[in-house]
């Protein structure tokens, strides 16, 4: 029976999504980032410290375990991949060399209420860069570059990653008098779910806010542009603050430098908080065109007191996939097909049962060539064995003899062939994703 959130797919599914992390991870490794992975669980304390998580996490104990078992003794699985990399850093930093770039693709865990896109169980691809002590701002431009490239390289809608800076949002809730500036941010983060009356009513109950002051946070909230206009347009508001400044600065640099990668690539979006209580700097979130209705298949941003050793802090940056997110919707609009639901690339004709042992022979051939090869499970009429490739898309079938011949099933070409030397097509050889 289906658990509600633990999402399985079907193998052409299934299909899908190894091609779309191998697209992923060459991409990863392609601006220098080497793969990680961490545990799937964590100590609880651990979990609980970082953000407002509780009611997420699941906790692990054994079916056995003591009633009045220590708290500080529980574990939990993981709700992101950020908090495990952090402890992974803090515990290893003598090994690794700085700064460090690592991605990691591994399976999260979330008690949330699962809806279209949204699971319990879920896998994520994260790339984060941490260094020691400071953090070249440069990192954060180059996240939205590799992520561009990825889903460029994917056969998916046009993605656009929207960015702010939380040192512009704090500046300017600082520079309008507002003191508790992470309950401003939390209430802000609530926008597109709750909308402006209410985020605006919850500013002045929960952050202490006037009309005014919340009317203002509203005005930040709504500028939105893909170029640096939106600079003037926060300093037209009025408001003044040397971590607002700051903050400009450094996302006017992200959004130059994503148009020059590639235009339309990122949008500044002075809505996006991010929840999270890590953040510091830049975030970012992803919304696919025709898909935002579903809200961001990406987030992530700079933390600079994550994780430290004695004296020494580890800023970071990082990005994160939701790769589950983004099939499952994907799936669910059945945008996505695949050429065959099998990675068989050719089947082997069973003429007889006692003609086996040569079939074997010639898939072996084959296989030690990089071609995904079975032999007919049974030696039914070479129709039944034609109808069997054709119902899994697989597009060969090949018939031994002298010579032996292999079928184009589609087109209904065979020629002669050798199994020493015949090679598919390039497109054939392996499943193709498409969008439909």
């Known amino acids: 029976m289906p658990i509600s959130g633990f999402p399985e797919w079907l193998p052409p599914q299934r299909i899908i999504e190894q091609q779309v992390l191998d697209r992923i991870r060459s991409t990863f490794e392609l601006y220098g980032y080497a793969s990680l992975e961490t545990r799937a669980v964590e100590p609880l304390e651990t979990l609980l410290s970082k953000g407002e998580t509780s009611k997420e996490v699941y906790l692990l104990h054994r079916l056995q375990e003591e009633e009045n078992a220590k708290r500080d003794d529980q574990l939990g699985l993981h709700f ?3 908090v495990p990399f952090a402890r992974f850093v803090t515990e290893n930093n003598g090994k690794l060399q700085f700064p460090f770039k690592r991605y990691q693709i591994q ?8 809806q279209e896109g949204r699971y319990r169980e879920f896998l994520q691809a994260d790339i984060d860069v941490v260094n020691r002590d400071t953090l070249p701002f440069h990192f954060d431009t180059e996240m939205p570059l590799v992520i561009g490239d990825v889903f460029k390289s994917l056969p998916i809608p046009d993605a656009v990653i929207l960015v702010n800076n939380r040192k512009v949002c704090e500046g ?8 508790d500036t992470a309950q401003v941010l939390r209430t802000v983060d609530k926008l597109d779910k709750i909308g402006p009356e209410k985020v605006a009513a ?11 002051q919340a009317a203002a946070c509203l005005a930040l909230a709504a500028i939105s542009a893909t170029d640096g206009s939106f600079v003037d347009r926060v300093r037209a508001l009025g408001v003044t603050d040397p971590l607002l400044d700051e903050g400009l600065g450094e996302l006017l640099q992200v959004v130059e430098t994503a148009n020059e990668h590639a235009p339309g690539l990122v949008r500044a979006e002075l809505k996006i908080a991010r929840g999270l209580d890590y953040y510091t700097g830049t975030v970012y979130e992803t919304v696919l065109q025709g898909y935002e209705r579903f809200g961001s298949i990406t987030s992530g941003g700079r933390y600079d007191n994550l994780a430290s050793v004695g004296n020494t802090r580890f800023p970071g940056v990082g990005i994160s996939i939701g790769v589950s997110r983004l099939l499952g919707l994907l799936f669910g609009q059945d945008a996505l097909t695949v050429s065959r639901s099998v990675p068989t690339c050719v089947v082997i004709a069973l003429a007889s049962d006692d003609k086996r042992v040569e079939c074997d022979r010639i898939a072996a051939a084959l296989r030690g060539r990089g071609i995904a090869t079975e032999v007919a499970p049974t030696a039914a009429k070479f129709g039944k064995q034609i109808q069997y490739a054709d119902r899994r898309g697989i597009p060969y079938v090949w018939f031994p003899g002298e010579p032996d011949t292999v079928k184009d099933i589609r087109s209904g ?9 015949w090679q598919p097509p390039a497109a054939d050889l392996y499943p193709n994703v498409s969008a439909r």
């Open 202 to 212: 919850a500013l002045v109950e929960t952050a202490g806010a006037t009309d005014a």
């Open 80 to 82: 992101d991949l950020t």
């Open 172 to 179: 300017f809730y600082r520079g309008l008098g507002l003191a």
């Open 413 to 421: 070409e065979q020629v002669e062939v050798d199994a020493a030397t």
């Open 107 to 114: 399976k999260v865990w979330r008690g949330e209420r699962p």
